[in-house]
């Protein structure tokens, strides 16, 4: 009997730590497979994503660069275009990124869960809508390829990290 007992607890055991494993998800990658690989997958351990810079021209996304908690990610893609740079409100987070894509990424809008809608470039090529697999979960960081452009994008949701103030 205590052998069904203690087999029982360990089948429940695992069976709660593979169903907290599965907060992650990923959707992507969106766009074109020119230009080197990019990952903020690091960077997600400075913190929630608290802002978010984008380079446009009149045609394509021309570049990219992140802030984890307070850390910039490195800067990918091009220099000529305009900046636009957005913060998130303490304690929002980005729970839905659409855009679109020929070539180069044309398009990005981070939807949050505060209601608010952040739209960077231009609404033309094939549309691309991208939202976290699992309830309550948000996007975590980036991963992508970039060159003279914004190429393609990569979309890594889990958890709110709950070790972290809201900045």
């Known amino acids: 009997m ?3 007992m203690l087999l029982g607890l360990l089948c429940a055991s695992a069976s ?3 169903i907290q494993a599965r907060s992650s998800s990923y959707n992507g990658e969106y766009g074109s497979g020119g230009g080197e690989r990019f990952s903020h997958s690091g960077l997600q351990l400075e913190g929630p994503i608290t802002a978010i810079r ?3 021209n009149s045609l394509y996304i021309v570049g990219l660069q992140v802030r984890y908690g307070k850390v910039w990610s490195d800067y990918v893609g091009g220099k000529l275009g305009d900046l636009e740079e957005i913060f998130l409100h303490p304690g929002e ?3 839905q990124v659409s855009g679109k894509y020929k070539y180069y990424l044309r398009k990005l809008v981070f939807v949050t869960d505060k209601g608010r809608y952040l739209s960077f470039g231009k609404d033309t090529g094939t549309s691309f809508n991208a939202v976290p697999l699992h309830p309550n979960t948000v996007l975590r960081f980036i991963s992508g390829r970039a060159g003279l452009f914004v190429n393609a994008i990569g979309l890594h949701w889990d958890n709110y990290p709950s070790n972290y103030p809201s900045y």
Request: no cysteine; glycine share 0%; proline share 0%.
């Open 2 to 4: 205590w052998t069904f």
């Open 16 to 18: 709660a730590s593979a």
């Open 54 to 56: 984008v380079r446009v």
């Open 93 to 95: 987070s980005v729970i």
